[in-house]
């Protein structure tokens, strides 16, 4: 009997198409009604009754499983992209399973400032000229150097001054700053000396070497240099607020280059 029960249960369940909403609504009512019929005191339930309630308890479950399992086999085959894009940790909370992401949680190592330092660039404590420099104007170009023959005890600091076209003014100076202890030992230049009026004198702290092209004379186009020569405390001097003005008149107009003093 029992055998023949199951086998038809069987029968049925495989051909039955189940209608979830309908078994779980009737699941619901048959729990409501549990909850609220009262139980009847006293009457004690017969075998074949208590039989039939559990083959029909069997035939509900079995109902409920198959419609349990027809809605899963009928869950679509490949998630959606952002079903894909989320995982679940062990933990239980919810983290990006994209790589991208993972690859980028580390923070980008600090990176130093660059160097500013321009390449070709000096980086000479004592540059050889101020800021406001002017090495060639016209048919005026200059260079100021020390001279490398200078030792711990005395220095000569020379302006090399090419003219390009004959000058009927020229006024050349040497500005060599009081550092302490300096004193003029002398001067000269490449010009003839009865060209000039040369004159050394200190004023507000700077020794000033002067030549003066006498009037009426030409300094003419060529290589020119004027030095001026003087003695210092026991060391190597620093000549960076030493500079040099040189001022002439040519065909064109005036003109005038001046800077300072490179060290060797």
Do not use: C
């Amino acid at each position: 009997m029992n055998e023949e029960i199951s086998r038809q249960l069987r029968e049925a369940a495989e051909a039955h198409q189940p209608d979830r909403a309908r078994v779980l609504a009737r699941v619901q009512r048959g729990m409501a009604g549990a909850a609220v019929r009262p139980r009847a005191p006293g009457i004690a339930r017969s075998w074949p009754k208590v039989a039939l309630a559990g083959v029909a308890a069997a035939g509900i479950l079995a109902t409920a499983g198959l419609t349990v399992a027809g809605v899963v086999r009928t869950a679509p085959a490949n998630p959606d992209s952002a079903t894909s894009a989320i995982a679940t940790s062990p933990s239980g909370t919810t983290g990006s399973t994209d790589p991208a992401r993972t690859a980028d949680s580390a923070a980008p190592p600090a990176q130093g400032v660059p160097d500013r330092t321009t390449a070709g660039r000096t980086t000479d404590p004592n540059p050889a000229s101020p800021p406001d420099d002017r090495l060639t104007d016209g048919p005026l170009s200059s260079e100021g150097s020390i001279d490398p023959h200078s030792h711990v005890y005395w220095s000569q600091s020379r302006l090399a001054l090419t003219i390009t076209q004959p000058l009927t003014s020229l006024t050349v100076e040497l500005r060599i700053a009081q550092t302490g202890g300096v004193q003029s030992t002398g001067q000269w230049q490449t010009g003839p000396g009865d060209d000039f009026t040369i004159t050394v004198h200190e004023v507000d702290g700077v020794l000033v070497y002067r030549w003066d092209l006498e009037p009426g004379r030409t300094a003419p186009a060529g290589d020119h240099v004027f030095a001026a020569q003087y003695n210092h405390p026991e060391g190597k001097r620093e000549a960076k607020t030493d500079t040099y003005l040189a001022q002439g008149t040519a065909a064109d107009g005036a003109h005038e280059v001046r800077g300072g003093f490179t060290t060797g």
